[in-house]
């Protein structure tokens, strides 16, 4: 950093622009942040989201260790008046870094090259949340004496973006807000100049922050000079519309985008030789649902393409509505092997009363619930954003079939709504639900996480008529059978936690080998026992429909390459010995889509040389866990080695005596961390929302963090190793709290008003948000008030390196065992840091206690 020709007067007490430009700074990277998730999402795979708090945790320590040897060795040193320089550079940077991505990363790259997309992606963003983080260090480090009210300002500036980024994202493609964080952060520059700066920065500052402003301005007006020409190597030329919100970028296209060439090549392989005529008729029944049996001869309704991230997609069909008074218009509902539980009903003269539907997307299950003559459909739909397109933008093309006098739409998260509700359902539906879309916190967490745990299959359960079928519908191969087989094992966990002796008599599996070779199943689960006749019945729809019955297998055709018959007996022996992993997901542990053991993916992964295969979100949370550990080698441990053994007289405190303070500023890292991750996953079901959340729960935890930051500024020095003790038991035992009694806390408050649910997050987490807040600022002010003021800088790159580790350490102990134990680590890395007074030198604490 070069510094101005003015050098800030010596002062404990920071001056308030520079407080108001640090808020300022703190807000717009968590923003950023979370702006970058969504983009990462959408353009390369919700997996490569999960990086980006890694990437964001590394600039920041990267920059705080800069910050350090620039203070204690560069001539002159640096002092807070290279905050201005930092600021404009981080503004700059990451306004290139967004054009960068937009203009290059978002290309079509080609198969194999994802790694180098997402390697490039996080390179531009880690740049510029370096020079944010340096911003914060070097403010941090020259007003360490000052720390319990810039820590205070730090977390509520930390705390509005958590406030504001929702608002943000719902109204602005990902790539605006992205904008306007640079702006925000080029006047946090501005700020910083008024006390810090000269005339020409605090002009120039001036000038590029009402360019930036000027920049965020343009790409609001002029949105079309920067939409995506490609994402996930699709090309959007062919979109017709497009809209951004917090939960995912919503567009319509005419067709799946690249299916006509995927059908061509597709037929070619096969030695097939098709005419243009025939590839649009198998791309208009691909389209139109993917289960459709072959064995279907009619016709069937053109269809727009609805896409969340440019990936999970559902049809839009055309005046479905009115095509259902025409004969024969859509017959084709019927012959989807999705639409089973209708069509057995059906052939069974069961009416079908009412029907609940998770997940009501384009329209297309609303109506094949409609065309079945159900009295009243109840739908669920999570995003807005999906219902805008399909009643309003084309509304006159879908006919707006969720303005059906018997259809009920909620916008909402479907579990939460079902909870709510009092009566029973004859048939519950969930038809190929997924988005593929990362949640704003950007964990290996998607919104839809939370529908297939078994905590959901039971409450699915419970609102199921005596007679009342649930039907599931998951993608199936008969190699790669994971998912439709764990689905099957949660629907006879489900009926034996129930009290079911035979569960497998409750089951029905059925499956459909679709156009292009895409198999599609259905899981049935009936809440009575599937009587003799009724089989009778299903088999004889399979055998008119083209599907097939792999369960129950009343023909020894029926046959499978697993053996489906004991793993619906719950045989713990066939359990144990499958390859993959069918254990039931929980609330606490929600990872439906990840089937292959850990171990076991990365062992195939070698072997083949390919890691396309297998669980894609294992192989990617081991190699950034790899990763991270090599880049926090590289940024943060390499240069101080090479900076002691330079100058070895340098620092003024031995290596032994360095270990307490790497263990109290690691241990809070850590802590705080894993705390953070596992909170967000907790309230997700109780606030009925992921994006809720998000912002709640990281509001939350940084609005009373500044609290207790703030507290800790009325504590005197006396003491005050005593002080921090008792502070870091109160989080631990906060912590185990919200590890084993938190979980009831909120089941016994989930029926409550949005208001009672909101109150009871705030109070829930304020205690120990309130003594986490206080952890840090005490360190720091233990360094300053015992002499070493010096290794401010250090110390918080070293809570920026544990930051780093956690994000990804969360996630695979998450994976691997649940929250639960995300929190008892947690607890232990707070552990570390009571560990790390104990063994401070007994000077120091005799100084402060």
Not at 73 to 94: E, M
Not at 127 to 133: A, E, K, L, Q
Not at 576 to 598: H, M
Request: glycine share 8%; charged share 15%; aromatic share 10%.
């Amino acid at each position: 950093m070069a510094a101005t020709n003015i050098n800030p007067s010596e002062t404990s007490r920071a001056p308030i622009s520079v407080v108001f430009g640090l808020t300022l700074t703190s807000m717009s990277v968590l923003i950023a942040q979370i702006a970058l998730t969504r983009l990462m999402s959408v353009t390369v795979s919700y997996h490569s989201a999960f990086l980006i708090l890694s990437v964001v945790m590394l600039g920041i320590a990267a920059s705080a260790i800069s910050v350090f040897k620039g203070m204690r060795f560069r001539n002159p040193p640096v002092t807070a008046v290279d905050s201005i320089s930092a600021a404009f550079l981080s503004a700059i940077g990451t306004l290139l870094a967004a054009l960068g991505f937009v203009f290059i990363v978002a290309r079509n790259w080609g198969p194999g090259f994802q790694p180098i997309q997402i390697a490039l992606g996080t390179a531009l963003f880690f740049v510029c949340f370096y020079f944010s983080g340096y911003v914060i260090a070097v403010i941090l480090g020259s007003y360490s004496q000052d720390i319990s009210r810039l820590y205070l300002y730090d977390l509520i500036g930390a705390a509005g973006g958590c406030l504001l980024v929702v608002p943000l994202l719902n109204y602005f493609p990902a790539v605006n807000v992205i904008f306007l964080c640079a702006a925000a952060t080029a006047g946090a520059g501005s700020l910083f100049s008024l006390s810090l700066g000269n005339s020409r920065t605090k002009w120039g500052g001036l000038v590029l922050t009402l360019t930036l402003v000027a920049v965020c301005c343009g790409s609001v007006i002029w949105q079309d000079w920067f939409r995506l020409n490609f994402a996930k190597g699709q090309d959007q030329s062919s979109v017709k519309w497009v809209t951004w919100n917090a939960l995912a970028r919503v567009s319509v296209t005419t067709e799946i985008p690249g299916s006509s060439a995927a059908i061509e090549m597709f037929q070619n392989r096969q030695g097939i030789k098709v005419t243009p005529q025939q590839i649009e008729e198998l791309r208009r029944l691909w389209q139109v649902g993917w289960g459709i049996s072959r064995t279907f001869s009619g016709t069937v309704l053109p269809t727009l393409w609805l896409q969340l991230d440019a990936d999970a997609g559902t049809p839009i069909l055309q005046n479905g509505i009115g095509a259902m008074g025409e004969k024969g218009k859509l017959d084709f509902l019927a012959w989807d092997v999705t639409a089973a539980g209708y069509s057995w009903r059906l052939a069974l003269g069961q009416p079908i009363q009412k029907t609940f539907i998770i997940g009501g997307g384009g329209g297309r299950d609303v109506l094949t619930a409609l065309s079945f003559a159900s009295g009243a459909v109840d739908v669920v739909e999570l995003n807005p954003a999906v219902v805008d397109a399909v009643e309003n933008v084309f509304g006159d093309f879908s006919g707006r079939p969720y303005s059906h006098p018997r259809v009920h739409l909620t916008v909402g998260e479907a579990r939460h709504e079902l909870f709510r509700r009092a009566q029973n359902y004859d048939l519950i539906q969930m038809s190929m639900i997924d988005t593929w879309a990362s949640s704003m916190a950007g964990t290996l967490v998607m919104t839809e996480n939370s529908l297939y745990t078994q905590e959901a299959f039971d409450l699915y359960f419970s609102h199921l008529q005596p007679d009342g079928i649930l039907s599931v519908s998951r993608w199936f191969d008969p190699v790669r059978y994971g998912e439709s087989a764990r689905v099957a094992v949660m629907m006879a966990e489900t009926l034996r936690r129930a009290g079911v002796k035979k569960p497998q008599e409750h089951i029905a599996m059925l499956t459909c080998p679709g156009y292009l070779s895409t198999y599609v199943a259905s899981m049935l689960l009936k809440r009575s026992p599937i009587t003799q006749n009724e089989q009778v019945v299903l088999q004889k729809l399979c055998e008119s429909r083209g599907f097939n019955l792999l369960w129950p297998q009343i023909t020894p055709n029926s046959t499978t390459s697993f053996d489906l018959g004991n793993l619906l007996r719950l045989d713990s022996k066939s359990l144990a010995n499958d390859p993959f992993d069918l254990s039931s997901p929980s609330d606490d542990r929600p990872f439906f889509f990840n089937i292959d053991r850990p171990i076991q993916s990365w062992v195939d992964a070698l072997k083949m040389g390919d890691f396309s295969h297998g669980s894609r979100a294992t192989l990617i949370l081991g190699a950034a866990f790899i990763g991270m550990m090599y880049a926090c080698i590289l940024f943060l441990v390499k240069p101080i080695q090479t900076f002691q053994r330079e100058h070895p007289d340098a620092l003024s405190i031995s290596r032994p005596a360095l270990i307490p303070h790497f263990m109290y500023f690691g241990g809070i890292g850590l802590g705080f961390m894993l705390i953070e991750v596992a909170l967000i996953q907790r309230y997700i079901l109780f606030l009925g929302h992921p994006s809720h959340s998000i912002s709640v729960v990281l509001f939350a935890l940084l609005l009373f963090g500044s609290g207790g930051s703030f507290l800790t500024s009325r504590f005197d020095s006396k003491d005050l190793i005593r002080k921090t003790q008792w502070a870091l038991t109160g989080v631990m035992a906060a912590t185990l709290l919200t590890a084993w009694v938190l979980p009831c806390l909120l089941e016994h408050f989930a029926g409550g008003s949005w208001i009672a649910r909101l109150f009871v997050t705030l109070v829930s987490i304020s205690p120990l948000a309130l003594l986490m807040g206080m952890i840090c600022p005490l360190g720091i002010r233990n360094l300053t008030e015992t002499g070493r003021k010096s290794l401010v800088p250090w110390m918080w790159g070293i809570n920026g390196i544990c930051g780093v580790i956690a994000s990804t350490l969360g996630m695979m102990l998450a994976m691997t065992f649940s929250y639960t134990i995300v929190l008892v680590v947690a607890t232990l890395a707070y552990g570390i840091t009571f560990a790390s007074l104990l063994l401070s030198e007994p000077n120091n604490r005799s100084l402060l206690s």
